[in-house]
């Protein structure tokens, strides 16, 4: 049985036009599957490799070496927080953000919620440093975050 949907299969072949082989396709796919499943398992691995027509182990080096994308041992939960630890977000609450979310929700960074509901991150710099501290809820960047911003911001999700 396949593990990705016949709609997965096509967005990542509708991604082939764009680049100038298959292989440049694997983070593209890598994407398009981990945005869909919150994770890319072992057999969505080796689906990729074929269409991308390279060995499972070349696919799972390239999705190993960024840290976002999750395996389905450590799956995203629904929504994914980032919190920003770069210099200029450290100096102004950063770090203190990332602990009290950690205390929040019982979890470490890198860590997903018992009800699957967030993934809790850190990231090395969200590039919006005139907004320190920042965090990035889904895809979505927010400034000049305090405790009681992110509570709020948290609670509307």
């Known amino acids: ?9 096509e967005r990542i072949l509708a991604e082939f036009p764009k ?9 593209p796919a890598l994407h398009i599957v981990h945005d869909s499943m919150r994770c890319v398992s072992v057999g969505a691995i080796e689906e990729i490799a074929e269409l991308l027509e390279l060995h499972p182990s070349e696919v799972h080096d ?3 070496f960024y840290n976002f994308f999750k395996d389905e041992k450590h799956a995203l939960g629904r929504h994914r927080i980032w919190v920003c630890r770069s210099i200029s977000c ?12 950690a205390h929040r929700y ?3 960074p890198g860590q997903t919620t018992p009800d699957g509901k967030f993934t ?4 090395e710099c969200l590039g919006a440093c005139e907004g320190a501290p920042c ?10 975050m305090t405790e009681q911003s992110t509570k709020e911001l948290i609670d509307r999700i």
């Open 135 to 144: 965090i990035l809820v889904n895809d979505e960047c927010h400034m000049n």
């Open 1 to 9: 049985m396949s593990v990705l949907s016949e709609e997965l299969r």
């Open 120 to 123: 809790l991150e850190f990231a």
């Open 62 to 64: 390239t999705m190993t």
């Open 106 to 108: 019982g979890v470490h």
């Open 19 to 27: 680049y100038p082989n298959k292989r440049a396709v694997t983070l």
């Open 90 to 101: 450290a100096l102004r609450g950063g770090e203190e953000l990332l602990e009290q979310l």
